[in-house]
């Protein structure tokens, strides 16, 4: 199972402020924590919101409105995220407890989402199993 911890934006990390010298090694560690358990697929931070466009669909068939940054309310934002592969949800949350305070101001705030499995079409999983089957029996 695939999952992202969301770290959500702050007044600092809006204001471009970095997190603490401190909080930084905090995190240095604990991404290597993951790395090493061999569960951290990916780990990216943002820009603020100021370097960025919203875009709204208002009408489902029109154009979508765009609404160029600083967008508004800095803790619905996101800041950076990380996505870790673990065999349970309890797994997922026991690493996202162990997770530092992303900016060390004590504004700091994780959202932890299941991100979803692909759909596969078993039609199509069937008919490629078939002709692969076939191929293997023409020798090609």
Not at 121 to 137: D, F, P, R, T, V
Request: hydrophobic share 35%; aromatic share 6%.
């Amino acid at each position: 199972m695939r999952y992202v911890l969301l770290t959500k934006a702050s007044r600092h990390s809006e204001a471009g402020i970095h997190a603490s010298q401190e909080s930084r090694a905090a995190l240095e560690m604990f991404l290597q924590e993951l790395d090493t358990a061999g569960i951290l697929l990916t780990y990216e931070m943002l820009y603020p919101s100021n370097n960025g466009l919203q875009l709204t669909f208002p009408d489902p068939n029109g154009q979508p409105a765009m609404k160029s940054g600083p967008l508004n309310n800095a803790q619905e934002l996101i800041a950076g995220y990380t996505v870790i592969q673990v065999e349970s949800e309890e797994e997922a949350i026991a690493w996202a407890r162990r997770m530092p305070d992303p900016n060390g101001y004590g504004e700091g705030s994780i959202e932890l989402r299941r991100i979803q499995d692909p759909v596969v079409n078993n039609s199509h999983a069937l008919a490629y199993g078939m002709e692969n089957e076939l191929k293997n029996q023409l020798g090609l």
